[in-house]
């Protein structure tokens, strides 16, 4: 079983940046892909960005690309995504998740966190 915790979400202005967290406990956390996902009040949760265990590939969703960066310290059970030229259109919970391959459907991953929310007003 796996563990996630998100952390860093907050509220912040339109253009801002924001760094998100997500803590893992597993004994072979550089054995899973790790994604973020978003969701807003009343949409699908939306695929944000994910990368591949060992960190040589990465995938963005449209809305995100060139805005956004997900990167992973392994040695830390850590993955991040770093938000910028943020906007309203960004505001939702932010969820990370685990899965043994690489993605972009929610219903093909694993484990999930709590979430974290980040609200951008404009």
């Known amino acids: 079983q796996v563990q996630l915790v998100e952390s860093g979400g907050g509220l912040v202005q339109a253009g801002d940046s924001l760094r998100l967290s997500c803590v893992a406990s597993a004994r072979t956390f550089n054995s899973y892909c790790m994604a973020w996902f978003r969701q807003a009040p009343g949409k699908e949760r939306e695929f944000v960005a994910v990368?591949?265990?060992?960190?040589?590939?990465?995938l963005y969703g449209d809305s995100v690309e060139g805005r956004f960066t997900i990167a992973r310290d392994n040695a830390k059970n850590t993955v991040y995504l770093q938000m910028n030229s943020l906007t309203s259109e960004d505001t939702g919970v932010y969820y990370c998740a685990a899965a043994s391959t690489i993605a972009n459907e929610a219903a093909d991953y694993n484990y999930w966190g709590q979430g974290t929310q980040v609200t951008v007003s404009s």
């Open positions: 990368i591949s265990w060992t960190g040589g590939t990465t």
